[in-house]
């Protein structure tokens, strides 16, 4: 046979090309992707405390986080019993209704072995047997629409202040212990 004239030979098409505008295409789509996650990027900054103040989720100890959270739940606990009783509800009554920290218990000795007083009328203290554990705690109880008023102090041997004013507390070596919610925290965006 001989080969016919009229037979074309067809030769296949590179996938050069083809393989190049793909990798354009995805190059593109790379860039595209990383300008929207740049430019729609949340500034990290934590704004800084003054030196009188802890943030209670990033300067506490477990044990003077777990001491903070039970004083906040404590706090609701005095506050109704103050107005049955027109006045602060003595610690002993908080330790044998159970309530944490006033309660003695196995909790509490690991976690510093606080000795609670009520301090005037508006204020408990508890001074901590362990210092390397937790420090001492106040607890100023103020109006009820407000912010637990919570103080702690590191220091080994503290006495009970007899002024408990802001300015008297700082001098005297306590920080005032507050919860700030950030984005950190709740991670919710504001759009």
């Known amino acids: ?18 393989t190049l505008y793909v990798l354009l295409f995805c ?4 860039a595209l992707a990383g300008s929207v996650v740049f ?12 030196s009188h ?10 044990a003077e986080q777990d001491i903070y959270a039970d004083l906040r739940v404590a706090l ?11 006045g602060l509800p003595e610690v002993d009554a908080l330790a ?9 218990d196995a909790s509490a000795v690991t976690r510093g072995g606080h000795r609670w007083q009520l301090l005037g009328p508006r204020a408990y203290l ?16 103020n109006d009820t629409d407000q912010q637990p008023d919570i103080w702690l102090n590191r220091a080994d041997r503290i006495t009970a202040p007899v002024d408990l004013s802001d300015t008297a507390l700082v001098d005297a070596g306590w920080r005032q212990v507050i919860t700030r919610f950030d984005a950190g925290v709740t991670r919710q965006h504001q759009h």
């Not at 080969?3 to 098409?13: F, S």
């Not at 430019?39 to 704004?47: N, P």
């Open 1 to 18: 046979m001989t080969p016919n004239p009229h037979t074309q030979l067809v030769r296949p098409a590179g996938a050069g090309h083809e």
């Open 27 to 30: 190059a593109v789509i790379a």
């Open 39 to 50: 430019w729609h990027r949340e500034s990290t900054e934590v704004a800084s405390l003054p």
């Open 53 to 62: 103040q802890l943030d209670a989720r990033r300067d506490l100890s477990a």
């Open 76 to 86: 609701d606990e005095i506050r109704l019993q103050e107005q049955e009783q027109a």
């Open 96 to 104: 044998q209704e159970g309530f944490a920290p006033f309660a003695r």
């Open 126 to 141: 508890g001074l901590s047997t362990q210092a390397a554990t937790a420090g001492s705690f106040l607890l100023r109880v």
